[in-house]
């Protein structure tokens, strides 16, 4: 029996403007909030085998606390070193605690996570080892992050979300170009920041099921799949610690 490749799909949850989906890496679309919840219902019934990367909160843990995460908290003392440092620009990663992040109504209810109950229920997953139909947490920025610390740059990683439409494109097309060597974000991704962050949760969607991205913190206790760094760009403090 020949056993089925993985679907890789990122989304971009929105509670009001429209979802945005990356899936395979090269087909974007976008869906009205209210039909988020059957279009991943659609994706379970449609694939067998499914890693499904999500940008919003899907877990924590009650003993500390209903509204941050260490995760988010030490990845917050990790972007504040990498601004003194030069390494990102002021704004440009935001890590919001978790009970202020807009999405979690459409999270909960396309996923049941990290309350409630859905018709589509999805693993949220440790490894790729750990069931066949599966969903990650991730943070588009911080991937972005984590890439651009990985070498030496000569300027900050800029900021590309809340800005004007042409100050967004020109962020993003100097992230794109000076990417190149970590990774190749393709045209059809760089047209929007909605857009860029649905693919990069693919890419983790991607590399989670290759191996090739990490949790950084914990799927249980919050935490995202990021990209590995080498040991002297990791937070002081191990995340979700």
Known sequence: MITPKWATVGIDPAPSKDTVACIGGDTFETIRAAHVPDFVAALVR?????????????????????????ADRETRAWVKHQVQAGRIALGAVSVLPFAGCPHWAITCAALGLPFGATDAPLLLATTAQDGA???VEVHPAVTLARWWVAQPRTQPLPKY????????????????TELTNEVVIPEAAAISDDR???WI???????FSTGDAVWTGSPQAGGYVVPPLAASDQPRKPVGS
């Not at 877990?59 to 941050?68: K, V, W």
């Not at 979300?161 to 794109?176: E, N, Q, S, T």
């Open 46 to 70: 449609d694939n067998a085998r499914l890693v499904l990367a999500w940008d919003a909160p899907l877990s924590f843990d009650a003993t500390n606390g209903y509204s941050d995460r260490p």
């Open 133 to 135: 139909q599966l969903v």
């Open 161 to 176: 979300k809340g800005l004007r439409k042409d100050a967004a494109a020109a962020a993003i097309r100097a992230i794109r």
């Open 196 to 198: 860029l962050d649905a």
């Open 201 to 207: 949760a693919w890419k983790m969607a991607m590399d």
